[in-house]
């Protein structure tokens, strides 16, 4: 995962995705700190307009909180997939890579 982080700035974090549950794990590459969070999704609506999305807190740590503040891409062993979300927020992203509507694949197989 490639993206910003506080304070690294420019930086990589891994991203694991249970096959069992919709849990996920974000693991910050330079200090190997883990976060956790799953993947049930709280849409905030007004006047019928997505605000916000978040999905359930870190459950870890309750006080930790997750030093990427944005997901810009990630690469995986069959491809490179663009966040093309409204929110760049890894608590407020989806992490369905098959889903073109939140994830471009950058390489086009034919």
């Known amino acids: 995962m490639l993206g910003k982080g506080n304070p690294e700035g420019l ?11 919709n849990d996920i794990e974000l693991w910050n590459a330079c200090s190997g700190q883990p976060y956790y969070m799953d993947q049930n999704v ?7 307009c997505l605000v916000s999305r978040n999905f359930s ?17 990630v690469v ?15 608590s407020q992203m989806e992490f369905d890579f098959t889903n073109q509507e939140f994830w471009m694949p950058f390489l086009k197989y034919r």
């Not at 891994?14 to 549950?21: A, C, D, I, P, Q």
């Not at 990427?68 to 891409?73: S, T, V």
């Open 11 to 21: 930086t990589a974090y891994v991203l694991r995705k249970s096959n069992f549950s």
């Open 76 to 90: 995986s062993s069959t491809n490179i997939y663009i966040n093309s979300q409204e929110f760049n927020d890894p």
């Open 42 to 48: 709280q849409d905030n609506r007004f006047l019928g």
């Open 57 to 73: 807190s870190l459950k870890s740590q309750p006080d930790a909180i997750c030093q990427l503040k944005e997901l810009n891409a």
